[in-house]
């Protein structure tokens, strides 16, 4: 794991940055042609029949399917590089974009410039950048703002304040409908300017990062490719209600964040209508306060239908609902331990064999994704997102031959070895799921398939349902977005002290290590003597030390429980990722001292476990920092005692994504 040391001070700032992202800049060769042929072209090295064994995740829109295993496209990283066309960059002044309802978005544009700060003559392909945390932090966090070396090698940057944050007018509401339309208008105005040649690349990290795919997803025919960083791809199951549990460290700091950088839009004072600002200010507290921000929080906490189940409402904001409609290269860069991290991969699975497609995952929580204070690239042959960046927009937006198919599908860091490995495809072509199963002993026994490996005796272990645990875990650390990282508590490094309200199971890794890479599912028969409980399950690394190393996590509220089987991942006859329906529907409250069997969906990873060490299960009954319950569905699960149930009849287990280990290079 990338090592983190800092001031807290510094923490603080960096955490207004969590879902900010940059734009790049730099020179050039002349324009290419428009690269269309590239677009049309599938990513390499996909085999002729789909896997027998083997299908995908769904969605709301999309059932589960086979797909080909890609067994080429790649394996080492090439370097490129292309020195710098112009000398300078300028800012040119500021625009208000009007919208086709009135509204007007505030823009920032940087061009290529000469010795003499001038801009250069033009015009040039476009990289934008659509961000909700006001563009005029780019003045002080370069991450946020143009990046000078794409800028100096040919392209122009646009960066533009969603409604209703930053400077823009108009209400925020979080990627609701109009807000995306508004992307593919200010598509339309880029193209018209002077300074551009209606060539258009869209990026950015987290929220910018998700503006680009659902920019992408409008399929307008001047945006040629993507480069999203930590895109989020589904709202609920990501992290707003992640097993049907109210995320309350982010989301609140987040929504706040936005609000915060956006109350005082100052830089409309230097536009052609300062008098903007007297009516911004007004309408942006009003928005908060009455219309979104506000609102939508208390609607969580407190239970709101809509809110809390998998309704119209999150399906409007999970941009992989709308994945299909992308018909252009995309770059997709996640982190093993971002906010994210679920639906990262998802992205390369449901575009690869389709359009041009990467895959890069770090050890990275989401501030780290950001580089900020480092992401710790150029590493293992890995360029630096620079780098990355401008091969990627060369090939597709300006049109140059750079190579880029020729670049590794997928690039993975591997905890344990700690080092990032490459492969053709995602989840790792080698890897097959298998069956393990928990012991009243706290071993993880495998035994075959599930008919001829079931612990022979029925057997149960219990614990008392309290709502506190993680508190002081890796979990902080992860899900607010890696600030308490900064923090020098060896608690937010580790989950040794969550653990001990825990039931833990071992699995020694033997002579040859365990090599894991992909989605993790426990199926968990459980009984409580209330009518609710949260499951927790953590996936750990368990030095010869005895200390237990963080590697990824799940949770999910029993009474939710309902799985679409159609929608669900297997491997093997195995169901290795379940797709919960989160309808309110389905919701079943439990039975007081009635087992019922509960698939906990445990978000992708990839680790080894050296020999010495073990693969740990830990499954408590809550995981605060993750997700808690609304207030009133809190009350059906205090003051319980869970049980775990475990034998031939209810063989409690996890599914474990298992590559041989010589797999790795």
């Not at 460290?249 to 536009?271: R, Y």
């Not at 007004?282 to 219309?291: Q, V």
């Not at 609902?321 to 991969?345: A, C, K, M, W, Y």
């Not at 030095?543 to 996590?553: F, H, Q, V």
């Amino acid at each position: 794991m990338i090592q983190r040391a800092g001031a807290l001070a510094f923490a603080s700032s960096l955490f207004l940055t969590a879902c900010i992202g940059g734009s790049g800049g730099g020179e050039g060769e002349a324009a290419g042609p428009l690269p269309s042929e590239k677009i049309l072209q599938p990513n390499p090295g996909r085999t002729a029949e789909p896997s027998a064994t083997r299908s995908t995740l769904g969605s709301r829109s999309a059932l589960s399917q086979q797909v080909p295993i890609l067994q080429s496209g790649g394996q080492q990283w090439q370097p490129y590089e292309r020195a710098e066309d112009f000398p300078n960059t300028v800012t040119l002044d500021n625009q208000l974009i009007p919208m086709s309802d009135g509204v007007k978005l505030f823009a920032k544009i940087t061009v290529p410039a000469t010795e003499a700060g001038t801009p250069a003559p033009g015009p040039f392909p476009v990289i934008l950048t659509q961000t909700s945390y006001n563009s005029s932090v780019g003045q002080y966090v370069p991450a946020v703002g143009a990046s000078d070396y794409l800028v100096k090698r040919g392209y122009a940057s646009v960066l533009v304040d969603v409604r209703g944050t930053g400077n823009s007018e108009g209400n925020w509401e979080a990627f609701g409908e109009r807000e995306q339309a508004d992307y593919n208008e200010v598509v339309n105005w880029v193209v018209d300017q002077q300074w551009s040649d209606g060539r258009i690349g869209v990026q950015g990290i987290s929220y910018l990062g998700i503006t680009a795919v659902l920019t992408a997803e409008q399929q307008n025919p001047a945006v040629k490719a993507a480069f999203p960083i930590v895109p989020i791809g589904d709202g609920y199951r990501d992290i707003v209600f992640t097993g049907g549990n109210v995320n309350a460290t982010f989301i609140p700091i987040w929504m706040g964040a936005v609000t915060g950088l956006g109350i005082l839009p100052l830089e409309l004072l230097a536009t052609d209508d300062p008098s903007a600002i007297l009516e911004a200010i007004p309408d942006r507290l009003a928005g908060a306060i009455l219309d979104f921000q506000v609102p939508t929080m208390l609607k969580a906490v407190l239970g709101d239908e809509e809110t809390v189940f998998d309704e119209g409402f999150w399906s409007v904001r999970s941009p992989l609902e709308g994945v299909d409609n992308i018909q252009v290269p995309t770059f997709i860069v996640g982190g093993s331990h971002d906010l994210f991290q679920r639906s990262e991969p998802l992205w390369f699975e449901r575009l690869k064999g389709r359009v041009p497609v990467k895959l890069l995952i770090g050890p990275w929580t989401h501030i780290e994704a950001a580089g900020l204070p480092s992401n710790g690239l150029p590493a293992d042959g890995v360029p630096d997102f620079d780098h990355l960046q401008l091969q990627w927009f060369d090939e597709y937006v300006m049109g140059l031959e750079t190579n880029v198919d020729a670049q590794p599908n997928v690039t993975q860091y591997v905890t344990g070895v700690e080092r990032y490995e490459t492969t053709t495809d995602w989840p790792h072509p080698e890897m097959s799921a298998q069956q393990f199963f928990l012991t009243s002993d706290g071993a993880l026994a495998s035994r075959g398939q599930l008919q001829d490996s079931v612990p022979q005796n029925a057997t149960t272990m219990s614990t008392l349902q309290q709502p506190l645990n993680g508190l002081c875990s890796f979990s902080t650390t992860q899900w607010t977005a890696g600030a308490t990282g900064f923090i020098p508590l060896p608690c937010f490094e580790s989950n040794d002290l969550a653990e001990l309200a825990s039931l833990t199971f071992d699995l020694p890794a033997g002579e040859d290590g365990i090599y894991i890479n992909g989605p993790i599912q426990a199926d968990l028969w459980v009984s409580t003597t209330a009518q609710d409980v949260q499951l927790s399950v953590r996936v750990d690394v368990v030095g010869a030390d005895g200390r237990s190393e963080p590697l990824t996590n799940g949770l999910m509220t029993a009474s939710m429980h309902s799985v679409d089987e159609a929608r669900s991942r297997y491997d093997n006859g195995i169901m290795l990722q379940p797709w919960h329906t989160f309808r309110s529907t389905d919701r079943e409250l439990l039975v007081p001292l009635e087992p019922k069997k509960v698939s906990v969906e445990v978000f992708s990873t990839s680790a080894y476990i050296p020999p010495g060490s073990s693969l740990r299960v830990s499954i408590s009954t809550s995981n605060v920092p993750q997700g808690i319950p609304p207030l009133l569905e809190l009350i059906n699960s205090l003051l319980g005692v869970m049980t775990l149930h475990m034998g031939p009849e209810m063989p409690s287990g996890i599914a474990l994504p298992i590559v041989p280990s010589e797999a790795l290079h």
